[in-house]
T-cell receptor, first 109, second 115 residues
Framework: GQNIDQPTEMTATEGAIVQINCTYQTSGFNGLFWYQQHAGEAPTFLSYNVLDGLEEKGRFSSFLSRSKGYSYLLLKELQMKDSASYLCAVNRKAQKVTFGTGTKLQVIP | KAGVTQTPRYLIKTRGQQVTLSCSPISGHRSVSWYQQTPGQGLQFLFEYFSETQRNKGNFPGRFSGRQFSNSRSEMNVSTLELGDSALYLC??????????????FGPGTRLLVL
C-alpha cells in the first residue's frame, strides 16, 4: 500500500488479545478505516477513526494518534473465526482512500 | 436490501484480449469505486464514479477505464490485457462517496486470470 505500513503476518492464540499496528504518512489525512477480509471474500467494515483516542466495539477496538501517524486494531478474546486479513486504509483529502497491504492473522487453538 | 453484486465472479482471458466487468451497487448508493487486489500490492484504487461522472482516478494506465450509468450501475473495462492484470477486482458502493461520513460496502469481486 502507498505509504501505509502494517505487519504482513501475525499469529495469536484463541482467547488471547492481539494488536495489529498501522503507520501512515500524515499528509492530507482525514481518517482511518479498518476492514476485515476473510480468504476469498470481500472486505467488511470494522471501524473508522477521525479523532485521537480509542473507540471500542465489542471485542474489537481501534486507536488513532493523528500526530504520530499511527493506529492499531485490538482484538480481544480471539476466536478461530477471527483468522483473516486486516486492512488499514487511510482517507485523504480529495476523497481518496488508500489501503495498506493487510495483516494476515492466524488464530491457533 | 441486496448487497453489492459483481459479474462475472470468475473470468479467464488471454493476453491482448479485453474484458468488461460489471458492478451493481446497493440500492440508493450513487458512488461506486473500483479496486484491484493482488497478493503483493494489496488493494489499489482504480477510480470512483458518482452520478455518471468519474470523480477520482488512481495511478493506472489508460488501458483501465470505466463508466457509470444513470441507475448507478458501473462497468470497468481493461483493454489489451497483460499477465500482470490477473487480480481480484473489487467494487465498493456508498451513498455519496464521502468517506468521512460513511463507509464503503464491497462486492464479492471478480477474479480475473490472464493467460
Amino acid at each position: 500500500g502507498q505509504n501505509i505500513d502494517q505487519p504482513t503476518e501475525m499469529t495469536a492464540t484463541e482467547g488471547a488479545i492481539v494488536q495489529i499496528n498501522c503507520t501512515y504518512q500524515t499528509s492530507g489525512f482525514n481518517g482511518l478505516f479498518w476492514y476485515q477480509q476473510h480468504a476469498g471474500e470481500a472486505p467488511t467494515f470494522l471501524s473508522y477513526n477521525v479523532l485521537d483516542g480509542l473507540e471500542e466495539k465489542g471485542r474489537f477496538s481501534s486507536f488513532l494518534s493523528r500526530s504520530k501517524g499511527y493506529s492499531y486494531l485490538l482484538l480481544k478474546e480471539l476466536q478461530m473465526k477471527d483468522s483473516a486479513s486486516y486492512l488499514c486504509a487511510v482517507n485523504r483529502k480529495a476523497q481518496k482512500v488508500t489501503f495498506g497491504t493487510g495483516t494476515k492473522l492466524q488464530v491457533i487453538p | 436490501k441486496a448487497g453489492v453484486t459483481q459479474t462475472p465472479r470468475y473470468l479467464i482471458k488471454t493476453r491482448g484480449q479485453q474484458v468488461t466487468l460489471s458492478c451493481s451497487p446497493i440500492s440508493g448508493h450513487r458512488s461506486v469505486s473500483w479496486y484491484q487486489q493482488t497478493p503483493g500490492q494489496g488493494l489499489q484504487f482504480l477510480f470512483e464514479y458518482f452520478s455518471e461522472t468519474q470523480r477520482n482516478k488512481g495511478n493506472f494506465p489508460g488501458r483501465f477505464s470505466g463508466r457509470q450509468f444513470s441507475n448507478s450501475r458501473s462497468e470497468m473495462n481493461v483493454s489489451t490485457l497483460e499477465l500482470g492484470d490477473s487480480a481480484l477486482y473489487l467494487c465498493a458502493s456508498s451513498v455519496s462517496g464521502t468517506p468521512s461520513q460513511e463507509t464503503q460496502y464491497f462486492g464479492p469481486g471478480t477474479r480475473l486470470l490472464v493467460l
